[in-house]
């Protein structure tokens, strides 16, 4: 898409066109955000977001970014679509009140959009890789730690100190990478009064990773 006016002209396309899509994806939220952030600063008469001042312009990206969960919102209730958004992730430092400061992932996003999103979605996975560490002995006194495994990835379904994520559907903490041990979680339940060939379609999804 060139720019968050061609994004919103596809999604009025979807919501008002004949077609058999049961799922729109958004490919990725990190790139759609510079595209929001364009918009912003064109709108302003500014070169970027960041020169608007006082930090406005990340609250008129909000404002685009409600307008884009209505369109959504809309193909989701009207259309019985599932929503599906991905995102790369990004370590940053996290601050907690009661103890000190660590990094965690999270999508790589400006946080007031990491806020919104987290917010608007019912499910935020996380997409890691199962990793095995072992220590090998380099002489003298020294160890070296080295990280093990097949690349076997599962889904983080809950916050932890080491990760942003939530779910709804009282998911254990991971899950199997796979679309079926995500929908089994669903399947048989009537989310809102909206089923679709026996699934609920109110799911909306942030998959970062």
Avoid at 109 to 115: G, Q, T
Wanted: glycine content about 6%; hydrophobic content about 40%.
């Amino acid at each position: 898409m060139r720019d968050f006016d061609s994004v919103l002209e596809s999604l009025r396309w979807l919501y008002s066109q004949k077609h058999e899509f049961k799922s729109v994806a958004i490919d990725t939220i990190d790139w759609l955000e510079q595209l929001i952030f364009q918009a912003v600063a064109r709108e302003a008469n500014k070169e970027s977001v960041g020169e608007i001042a006082y930090g406005k312009g990340y609250d008129l990206a909000v404002a685009k970014w409600e307008k884009l969960f209505l369109a959504l919102d809309f193909l989701r209730k009207d259309r019985g679509m599932h929503i599906i958004a991905l995102c790369h992730c990004d370590v940053v430092k996290h601050t907690a009140p009661d103890a000190d400061s660590y990094d965690r992932y999270q999508p790589a996003l400006h946080k007031s959009s990491v806020n919104t999103w987290q917010e608007w979605c019912d499910e935020v996975l996380f997409a890691n890789y199962r990793v095995f560490t072992r220590k090998t002995d380099e002489g003298f006194g020294r160890h070296r730690t080295v990280a093990m495994g097949e690349g076997e990835r599962f889904l983080q379904t809950q916050e932890t100190a080491t990760a942003l994520a939530k779910n709804r559907l009282r998911m254990p903490t991971e899950i199997d990478f796979s679309w079926k041990a995500y929908a089994s979680y669903f399947e048989s339940q009537n989310i809102n009064g909206v089923v679709v060939n026996g699934s609920s379609k109110k799911e909306k999804e942030l998959i970062n990773g």
